[in-house]
Nanobody
Framework: QVQPVESGGGLVQAGDSLRLSCSAS????????WGWFRQAPGKEREFVAA?????????TYSESVKGRFTISRDNVKNMVTLRMNSLKPEDTAVYYC??????????????????WGQGTQVTVSS
């Protein structure tokens, strides 16, 4: 069992960069696939990116962030990072970190994940 905790959100301007971090307690951090989701007001929670637990650290991204966002993990620090570049106003949302034992390619919807952080707000002004 793990407990994700997000940090790093804030208010930025369009075109800026921001880095979100997700730290997790628990000795089994390396066993999980880790994902980032976001939820804008009035919208459903949507998949952003995920990274596998394997040594290859396979990744997958939503089309809306591919090429702009990068997910990575540090198995020593028990941390997952989402680097967001070229931010757009439509990226404004609460961002959530989550963990699952599913394979990364089978973990792209909220129902695939068992453990969730409390979320961190990202606001991009135009």
């Amino acid at each position: 069992q793990v407990q994700p905790v997000e940090s790093g959100g804030g208010l930025v301007q369009a075109g800026d960069s921001l880095r979100l971090s997700c730290s997790a307690s628990g000795r089994t951090f390396n066993s999980y696939t880790w994902g980032w989701f976001r939820q804008a007001p009035g919208k459903e929670r949507e998949f952003v990116a995920a990274i596998s637990w394997t040594w290859t650290a396979d990744t997958t991204y939503s089309e809306s962030v591919k090429g702009r966002f990068t997910i990575s993990r540090d198995n020593v620090k028990n941390m997952v990072t989402l680097r967001m570049n070229s931010l757009k106003p439509e990226d404004t949302a609460v961002y959530y970190c989550a963990a699952t034992l599913r394979r990364v390619m089978d973990a792209m919807t909220p129902k695939d994940y068992n453990y969730w952080g409390q979320g961190t707000q990202v606001t991009v002004s135009s």
